[in-house]
């Protein structure tokens, strides 16, 4: 026997052999179809008895197999069932002769056969034959099952009458010796008559009985003739026989023990022998093996033909552990006979189909590695193929999962062996795949993606080879290419640099012809191989959505109702709180994107390759919202660490968008990499809001661009900064073009200000402007200019603590400060009493040659278009930057009294600070020219200011409850008055440039004090006429009416009052006359009396002065010391000098 069967197991000992073939031409549709329906019927209970009866059915069977039917009965043949088209009468006599050559090839061992005739009606078919059964097609057969009960059943009559006549034999010593095909020319000569030989006679005929009567579901029986065939073939060392006995004995055991079988398929048997429930107690006991047999029992034949005595008292069957024994014993006799290596390998795999029920794989693999080494005759390549599948399954079978992928893929190699005309590339593919479990190798990347390395990375890399290699031959580039992206990215670790080389240069040139894609690929078998996403070139440690920059930034209107208010929880930390990476990758982000506009998403890449990487077509993968992806091309240097690289897109449509990776073409594979399948990559959230379309500005202006950047501790960020230089009082226009650039129409404009310098004083608007006209220019359509002007005036401090020019009279005030050492003194005079402090830089407020820096920010505020209508706008800043130089400086200011009580003298000392002839001139006074360092005063005669008619705004009242604040705000309130009636101008004229000088940071409050009109107002009219500066007339000898007029401008009621008129003249040497009773005569009294006056009120006294003489006389009105004038401040009581002069009479 050459052609092992690998599919045997234990119980097949037990089934009847039938070959079904085709007779003639049958299509293998139609012979399938029939043949399945013929092997459903694998089991049939024996009429009127327990016994069940067991089929076996092969469509192919070799006839030299059939040969060893005598050593072991399940393998003869013994019945054949032939399936034949014929469709007319005249074909019938050779068919019928064909079914008869087909019974000749097995007719030596048959017991009965049957011909399915389809096609074939009329009078032939209608002649009952047992032999033969008509159908008229193959759909029209249903009595085809019903058909194989009784050919089964003439089958069991004819295994019966064998198996009765063998063990009731009566042919006293003359016992047939069985024996297998090679034996036979080895027993030629031998003495029969010898008690060795007969003894050799009954042990095998004893086996052959056990063999039938475990054929016709005797079990019991089959154990005790097995029993005792072991005893009789041992005695005479017949080891070929004894094997088979052996194994008949572990068979029977096998089929005792376990009823659901141990080859996989055929499913759970139900026994019916009635002996069996009885014996099921003690299937695992050690003596269950003990044979106890009388030998009284035995005839002298050695064959009792009742045995039931012997079944009642045998404990024949053997415990699970004796089975693998025996089958051990059995092999090893078998293993003596090179023409049993067939029948030696079978007994291995049955014996390893039982151990792998019982758990027992080591056991397993010694029998397994027995078979590997059993030599057989020269095998064709297919039954290599078959050899090889079936010790992987077996393998599989004992939980041997590398070893069954080691034979498995030695049966795909063998498919494609050179000695094979036609490779089977097909079969040796799919082979190659089933192997790929043992090696723990998957074709779905995800399950490489965590966790570490499973399986042996040289071994799985060289299996991937073969699969590209497989695939090429196939003639399928696309698996070729999904297998060499697979190993690229799962075995990436693994490859040494020259590797890398190679198989990226390998896909090269796969992806030529076909290139990667992310689509399902379909196997031949039926199973689908997933996309490979490139997910390590580059692999991407880090992904951050980017906010827009900050002039595109949208910005929500803040809700009047207060409705924006935070909704978050009171507690600083929650447990409640799930903390999860998924749901952390998956929060919306605080910010949001705007539809139309380009947004941006940072990607951290590192290429690990060893050469250079180029990277095509790398774009966003996005979900929920219209996204247009504007995919980057890059080339990431060799091993370049982390390399930053921004992905951009433009929303097409709003609402809420999920980046949900990015996709990337390397070496000509098309990737899209999911975030999801990236354990290792960080990121702070891919969900963002889309908001409705909004305008875009762009500014641009008259001034240059700034080389410097703001105070970075303002916070704010500017889209331009712009720098120019003033000179302190100096005022320039900005001209600003806002360019409405997005798609959508500009329709809001707001401009505010923001001054980032704090630690300057600024007095004035630093920046003003009107909004009205630019705002005449819209809505601005996209692509329009519209023209903005801003009004940049420096005013800081004009200030110097310096006196650099002669005090002045006793009654002058310098202005306060810290005396400090200033550059200039060496160009005007140097001064030995002044002692030099060095405050800290940047502290020196009167310093000359110190430039101020200011910097402010302008804010255009700015909506329009969809997202206008849904509350959003946009800011654009604009930052400025001025540098103040100084121009004049004010070292001191002084008041003198002028002639009139409503008039003062302010003196200041101008220095001029700059480079350059300075000319200043105020209101009403003549220029005044100042070289480069030099210093001058400047007298400038100024009215008198009613401070206390100022209103103050409830607001102001409100903002500084602090007295000293709202002190304060009112000096500089005061100041700012004063500095407008001066209107102080410096002029360049070399330079053409003009500003402004002002002296609202010297006056302090003693200044201020001189500069204001007393909260009395006393008003002298000398005949009705107000005497102040000039000198009244009147004739000599006419009375002159005096008035004297009080206004109360304070808030609280003052008086009464005494007044005292003292006339007096004047002799220009210092020397004032007061006794003038002679040339002055007052009509009444020369003393007045003011009654009480009121809060705004009014009062007045009257008298009357005659002249004598003619002459310029002067009237000294004193207040009379009382309680009334006593607790007023001196400065109320400043009445007008009264010049009265004296004119002759006309003749």
Request: hydrophobic residues 35%; charged residues 20%.
């Amino acid at each position: 026997m050459s052609v092992p069967d690998y599919m045997q197991c234990a119980e097949d000992h037990q089934t009847l052999l039938v070959v079904v073939q085709p007779v003639g031409i049958v299509s293998e549709e139609n012979f399938f179809k029939i043949y399945k329906r013929i092997s459903s019927v694998s089991q049939i209970s024996v009429r009127d008895s327990q016994r069940v009866l067991y089929i076996r059915y092969r469509h192919h069977y070799p006839p030299e197999n059939n040969e060893w039917g005598d050593f072991q009965t399940h393998r003869k043949v013994v019945g054949l069932i032939t399936i034949t088209d014929c469709f007319s009468a005249k074909d019938w006599p050779q068919t019928f002769e064909k079914f008869h050559v087909q019974k000749e090839i097995y007719g030596s061992t048959l017991y009965d056969s049957r011909l399915f005739v389809f096609g074939l009606q009329g009078e032939i078919a209608e002649q009952p034959r047992t032999d033969v059964a008509f159908y008229p097609n193959y759909e029209d057969c249903q009595t085809v099952e019903k058909r194989i009960e009784d050919f089964i059943e003439s089958l069991f009559i004819v295994l019966e009458s064998k198996r009765l006549d063998r063990a009731t034999d009566k042919s006293g010593d003359k016992i047939p010796l069985l024996c297998v095909p090679f034996e036979k020319k080895d027993f030629v000569g031998l003495d029969t008559d010898s008690r060795h030989y007969k003894k050799r006679c009954q042990g095998r005929m004893r086996k052959h009985v056990g063999d039938l009567c475990l054929q016709a579901g005797m079990l019991q029986d089959s154990l005790v003739h097995y029993h005792m065939s072991v005893e009789l073939l041992r005695s005479v060392n017949d080891f070929l026989w004894l094997g088979a006995a052996l194994e008949g004995l572990c068979s029977a055991s096998v089929i005792y023990h376990y009823p659901g079988g141990t080859g996989g398929e055929t499913g759970a048997r139900r026994f019916q022998g009635s002996s069996l429930p009885a014996e099921a107690a003690n299937r695992h006991r050690p003596g269950a093996q003990e044979v106890l047999i009388d030998p009284g029992a035995l005839t002298t034949n050695g064959i009792n033909p009742d045995t039931s005595a012997e079944i009642g008292r045998a404990k024949n069957c053997l415990s699970p552990e004796d089975i693998i024994d025996k089958y051990k014993e059995a092999i090893s006799y078998y293993s003596k006979y090179k023409n049993a290596g067939v029948i030696e390998l079978e007994a291995c795999v049955k014996a390893v189909r039982v151990l792998a029920i019982q758990k027992r794989s080591m056991e397993a693999s010694e029998f397994l590695q027995n078979a590997v080494y059993i030599n057989l005759r020269q095998l064709s390549e297919e039954e290599k193929i078959q050899r090889y599948s079936i010790l992987s399954e077996l393998y599989e079978l004992i939980g041997f999962h590398r070893k069954s992928a080691f034979f498995k893929r030695v049966a795909a190699m063998q498919c494609v062996a050179p000695s094979i005309a036609e490779p089977g590339w097909r079969a040796c593919y799919k082979l190659l795949l089933e192997t790929l479990p043992g090696y723990s190798l998957s074709l779905d990347p995800k399950d490489f993606s965590k966790g570490t390395h499973r399986g042996w990375a040289a071994v799985q890399m060289r299996l991937l080879h073969e699969l590209v290699y497989a695939s090429r031959r196939m003639g399928n580039p696309a698996l070729s290419v999904r297998h060499l992206s697979f190993l690229l990215q799962t075995m990436l670790d693994f490859l040494s640099d020259q590797e890398k080389k190679d198989v990226t240069q390998s896909l090269e040139n796969y992806t030529c012809k076909c290139p990667g894609t992310m689509e399902l690929l379909t196997l031949p078998g039926g199973p689908t191989l997933p996309p490979v996403p490139f997910t390590k070139l580059p692999i991407v440690r880090r992904v951050k959505l980017l906010n827009l920059p900050a002039s595109l930034r949208p910005q929500k209107m803040k809700s009047l109702l207060g409705q924006n208010v935070s909704t978050k929880s009171p507690f600083i930390y929650s447990p409640i709180i799930a903390h999860n990476r998924g749901e952390e990758r998956n929060k919306k982000i605080d910010f949001q994107w705007v539809q139309g506009d380009v947004c941006e998403v940072q990607l951290m890449v590192y290429n690990p390759m060893p050469f250079e990487l180029r990277v095509e077509n790398m774009g966003l993968l996005t979900s929920g919202v219209e996204f247009e992806s504007l995919p980057a091309a890059l080339s990431l240097p060799a091993e370049s660490g982390l390399y930053p690289v921004t992905l951009v897109g433009v929303p097409q449509t709003t609402g809420t968008i999920t980046v949900n990776g990015y996709h990337t073409t390397v070496f000509g594979v098309f990737s899209d990499c999911l975030l999801d399948n990236l354990p290792g990559v960080k990121t702070s959230g891919s969900t963002v809001e889309v908001i409705p379309a909004l305008p875009r500005l762009q500014i641009s202006t008259s001034l240059p661009r700034s080389a410097h950047s703001l105070q970075p501790s303002s916070g704010d960020e500017t889209s331009t900064n712009v720098s120019v230089q003033l000179y302190n009082g100096e005022t320039q226009q900005l001209v600003i073009k806002l360019e409405n650039i997005g798609m959508e129409p500009l329709e809001k404009l707001e401009v505010t200000s923001k001054i980032l310098t704090t630690k300057e004083k600024l007095y004035g608007d630093f920046l003003s402007w009107n909004l009205e006209e630019t705002l005449a220019q819209f809505p601005l359509q996209p692509g329009k200019v519209a023209t903005f002007v801003v009004n940049i005036k420096v005013k800081l401090d004009f200030s110097c603590q310096e006196n650099l020019l002669q005090d002045l009279s006793d009654d002058g005030i310098s202005v306060s400060g810290f005396p400090l050492c200033s550059p200039f003194r060496q160009v005007v005079r140097p001064r030995v009493e002044s002692k030099p402090v060095n405050p800290p830089e940047g502290s020196k407020p009167g310093d000359p040659s110190h430039v101020k820096t200011l910097e402010a920010i302008l804010n255009f505020k700015y909506s329009g278009g969809p997202g206008h209508v849904e509350g959003y706008y946009r800011n654009l800043s604009l930052g400025l930057h001025v540098e103040a130089e100084p121009s004049v400086f004010f070292t001191r200011v002084s008041t003198l009294p002028a002639t009139s009580t409503r008039q003062c003298h302010l003196l200041l000392d101008v220095f001029n600070s700059t480079e350059h002839e300075l000319t200043v001139s105020a209101r009403g006074n003549e220029e005044l020219i100042l070289h480069a360092g030099e210093c001058q005063r400047m007298a400038i005669q100024v009215d008198k200011f009613n401070f206390e008619s100022f209103p103050e705004s409830p607001g102001e009242k409100g903002q500084f409850a602090n007295p000293q604040q709202l002190e304060e705000e009112r000096q500089e309130a005061r100041g700012l008055e004063i500095d407008s009636k001066l209107d102080v101008h410096g002029t360049h004229p070399s330079l053409k440039r003009r500003g402004e000088a002002s002296v609202e940071g010297l006056l302090n409050q003693l200044v201020l004090e001189h500069l204001q009109l007393a909260p009395l107002q006393w008003d002298v009219l000398v005949d009705g006429q107000p005497c102040d500066c000039e000198a009244a007339a009147c004739r000599v000898g006419d009375p002159v009416r005096l008035e004297v007029r009080l206004t109360n401008r304070s808030p609280r009621s003052v008086g009464p009052f005494a007044l005292t008129v003292a006339p007096f003249q004047d002799h220009q040497n210092g020397v004032h006359n007061y006794d003038l009773h002679d040339a002055v005569s007052f009509v009444g009294s020369s003393t007045f009396y003011l009654d009480a006056v009121q809060p705004a009120g009014q009062s007045a006294c009257l008298g009357a002065l005659l002249f004598l003489y003619t002459g310029d006389f002067f009237l000294h009105i004193r207040f009379h010391q009382d309680s009334a004038s006593k607790d007023l401040p001196p400065s109320w009581f400043c009445l007008p000098s009264v010049h009265v002069r004296a004119l002759e009479a006309p003749a």
